[in-house]
């Protein structure tokens, strides 16, 4: 159903006040997730009336609503505090997947041309076992090997990004969704490796993100190993 | 909130969307008073309202790579996902809703004072200068529906007004404040 501009208008309005209720409320939400004018302009009305909400006095929820949402997001595998430790989603599967993941890289790295990296990550997925490998190579080479592509991406691009300690990931470039290995020109003493802890693939739009930051379901994400002392 | 406190919120979001817990974490602790106050006055019992933040950062945690699409402020968009879940599960009750008085006033008098803090400053005085020039009837039956997720017939009995001129306070209301904010460049 194809509403009126001006119902359209009044729909989004009443459903981010809230006056929108019930069955017509859900009925909205389903037409809002189909049809992309109606999204902006319920995206709208949130810009303009959420600063209400920062006069709402603030209340501390008690800490057992961290510690269920904690457990609500772990990883099956994971046991470790994650607060505490920083860990990356894919490395609790490591823990799991452990002999995999070391038979998957030794198979990979007797295979390659090259003396040994400086650093490696094997990326893993939430839902299966290592997908990605990524090492860096010098003086200047990243090496990119997928273990398993990506069905359904068709029309999409995998984007590499490094994640640093602090601050945003940062996009090291797109990498091609084929078995096998991208090589991406990198120095070690790159700004963008700067603090750099982990890496992760996401799904983007063909040509990458819009954006300078991943737009994407991450596909796949590991904490990196150093190898040797460059 | 200042652009830079936003823009930290937005590096979290963007962590928490390639599995960084620690950086989930942290956007927890920054947000989490802020987003349980603002579902308390909707669903009104604590038990409630924990249940509330538990399943909203869930979601954000699972759509947190979805938000950079979004374009909206961090805290925007993490409050319209911990208004939307309060707004499904509040249960009602037959009880006369317990209404912060001063906090629905806070908006009907023209000089109030500026949020403590507000996520975009220009959009915050733009919306508190559109519900200056609405009646103020039209403003405090908007203020109680969007503090406190109070229904048409709620806002009837609570304003001793027919269910009617409270549904034409709420729509008049809300053209209006449309027609101003798009003079002000801030909404459709």
């Known amino acids: 159903m194809k509403l009126s501009l001006n119902a359209a208008q009044e729909l989004s309005a009443a459903y981010v006040l809230g006056t929108l209720r019930g069955p017509a409320r859900r009925r909205f939400e389903r037409m809002a997730k189909e049809e992309e004018a109606l999204a902006a302009l319920v995206r ?18 008690p800490a057992r609503v961290w510690r269920e949402i904690e457990s609500r997001i772990a990883p099956a595998a994971s046991s470790a505090p994650p607060a505490a430790s920083g860990l990356w989603r894919a490395f609790g599967l490591m823990a799991g997947g452990l002999a995999t993941v070391l038979l998957a890289f030794f198979v ?25 490998v990524v090492s860096m190579h010098e003086p200047n080479t990243l090496r990119v090997h997928i273990v398993k592509p990506w069905a359904a991406a068709e029309g999409k691009s995998l984007e590499l990004w490094v994640l640093p300690t602090e601050g945003s990931p940062r996009s090291l470039g797109l990498v091609a969704n084929v078995s096998g290995d991208t090589m991406i020109r990198l120095r070690t003493t790159d700004a963008r490796m700067q603090g750099a802890n982990a890496f992760a693939v996401s799904l983007e739009p063909a040509g990458g993100s819009p954006t300078k930051l991943p737009t994407g379901p991450v596909l796949c994400s590991g904490a990196i190993a150093p190898v040797r002392k460059t | ?101 001063a906090l629905t006033s806070t908006l009907a008098d023209e000089g109030a004072a500026p949020a403590r803090e507000a996520e975009n400053r220009a959009e915050a005085h733009s919306i508190r200068d559109c519900l200056g020039e609405l009646e103020a009837e039209q403003r405090q039956t908007i203020a109680l529906a969007f503090f406190h997720g109070l229904t048409h017939s709620e ?34």
């Not at chain 2, 249940?51 to 968009?77: C, G, M």
């Not at chain 2, 549904?167 to 909404?187: I, N, P, S």
Request: hydrophobic residues 45%; positive net charge.
């Open chain 2, 155 to 188: 806002l009837a009995a609570h304003l001793r007004r027919p269910l009617g001129t409270v549904k034409t306070h709420v729509r008049r209301g809300l053209a209006r404040l449309r027609d101003c904010l798009a003079r002000k460049g801030v909404a459709a």
């Open chain 1, 108 to 132: 990979w790295i007797s295979s390659g041309p090259r003396g040994e990296p400086v650093f490696v990550a094997v990326l893993s997925a939430q839902d299966s076992g290592p997908r990605a």
């Open chain 2, 1 to 101: 909130m200042t652009d830079e406190a936003g823009d930290r919120l937005a590096t979290l979001l963007s962590r928490a969307g390639l599995g960084d817990r620690a950086a989930f974490a942290e956007l927890y602790q920054a947000t989490r008073s802020k987003l349980f106050g603002v579902s308390l006055r909707i669903v009104r019992e604590r038990p409630l309202a924990e249940e509330v933040l538990q399943d909203s950062f869930v979601s954000i945690w699972n759509h947190a790579a979805d938000y950079a699409r979004a374009k909206s402020a961090p805290l925007t968009w993490m409050t319209a996902i911990v208004r939307n879940r309060s707004l499904d599960i509040v249960r009602r009750t037959r009880e006369e809703p317990d209404i912060d008085e």
């Open chain 1, 44 to 61: 709208r009305w949130e810009d303009a009336l959420s600063p209400l909400a920062a006069n709402v006095p603030p209340v501390d929820p």
